[in-house]
């Protein structure tokens, strides 16, 4: 590798890292997570797989949202916004899925 190449490599990693370091160094932002007990999470997740409907788990994820809100506000912090779709939604659903898979192999029509 060349020094330029290195050079350009570091500074790169470095900008990477401060950024992450500048996020992480605003306490006054929290996830809903992060204020909720493990008991919580679990009903929460049992709940949004009881749900029949995506109008229920909107629902759900609303009063939630609410919830983690005000319990934000009275330590003084601001739950992050969330995708109204919930958070499969966001990523436009990519992964596992019907796709063509490893092929044939080498001969194999």
Request: aromatic fraction near 0%; hydrophobic fraction near 35%; include cysteine.
């Amino acid at each position: 590798m060349s020094e330029r190449n290195f050079r350009t490599a570091l500074l790169a990693a470095l900008l990477c890292l401060a950024s992450n370091l500048a996020q992480a160094a605003d306490p006054a932002t929290v996830n809903a997570e992060q204020l909720m007990t493990q008991e919580e999470r679990a009903e929460q997740r049992n709940k949004m797989r009881a749900a029949k409907t995506e109008e229920e788990r909107a629902a759900i994820r609303a009063d939630n949202h609410q919830l983690m809100s005000e319990r934000a506000a009275a330590q003084g912090k601001v739950l992050v916004p969330v995708n109204p779709q919930g958070p499969q939604q966001a990523g436009g659903r990519r992964g596992q899925g019907p796709g063509r898979g490893m092929g044939a192999g080498q001969g194999r029509q």
